[in-house]
């Protein structure tokens, strides 16, 4: 089946600095994507979503990017702080009418914050 | 309010027996989903819920079922464990409006482990 993957399982970041996290994803009818964090220990969390119409949007700290013609998916983290030290999954969706598909995930990318 | 509840936290069990492990979803959220996740496979979509009617389901074996109460509390089942088995089993909460994904909360999860 079509899934969605990320290119690398581990980031490592200076404190302070800009952290970008990337996702591939295969299915070009998805019509909703979302980014999710999961620390250890804990369910994954809610932290933004896009629309397929949109190319970009934003949240606090964090902005998340779309390209449609490459089928990717991006997250930005600004000023990273230790409390961004987690795991992070991409999930796409296709609402599909009548049915409703499950969110279809990432493998995660573990982003390590450097002092 | 109160977040996702599953229980219990943890669970052991040997092959072969079967296992129900319960989620109480936000009040007022009248859809539950269920993910199994797993180092190797990641997160994936076992079935969701909504008003007490199984809408969609993932591509899993039919040793996992699931069910929802009228009050929107979901139990999921798996029959003849098997080693493989073994993973953190999340529920998620939606409020059902929307497309899937959306304000979706998940709960702490229940590691099941498989001897």
């Known amino acids: 089946g079509e899934s969605v993957g990320l290119h690398l399982p581990t980031l490592s970041v200076q404190e302070g600095d800009n952290s970008i996290i990337n996702c591939a994803y295969s299915?070009?009818?998805?019509?909703?994507f979302i980014w999710y964090k999961q620390e250890s220990g804990k369910g994954p969390q809610f932290i933004i979503d896009i629309r397929s119409n949109m190319d970009k949007r934003q949240g606090q700290r964090v902005t998340v990017l779309l390209n449609k013609t490459v089928k990717h998916l991006s997250l930005q983290i600004a000023a990273t702080q230790p409390g961004d030290s987690a795991v992070y999954f991409c999930?796409?969706?296709?609402?599909?009418?009548?049915?409703?598909?499950?969110?279809?995930f990432g493998k995660g990318t573990h982003l390590i914050i450097q002092p | 309010k109160a977040g996702v509840t599953q229980t219990p936290r943890y669970l052991i069990k040997t092959r072969g027996q079967q296992v129900t492990l319960s989620c109480s979803p936000i009040s007022g959220h009248r859809s539950v989903s269920w993910y199994q996740q797993t180092p190797g496979q990641g997160l994936q979509f076992l079935f969701e819920?909504?008003?007490?009617?199984?809408?969609n389901k993932g591509n899993f074996p039919g040793r996992f079922s699931g069910r929802q109460f009228s009050n929107s509390r979901s139990e999921m089942n798996v029959s003849t464990l098997e080693l493989g088995d073994s993973a953190l089993y999340l529920c998620a909460s939606n409020s059902g409006r929307g497309p899937r994904g959306t304000e979706a909360f998940f709960g702490q999860g229940t590691r099941l482990t498989v001897v």
């Open positions: 999930a796409e969706n296709m609402y599909s009418g009548g049915g409703a598909d499950g969110l279809t």
């Open positions: 299915n070009s009818a998805s019509d909703y």
């Open positions: 819920y909504f008003s007490e009617t199984q809408r």
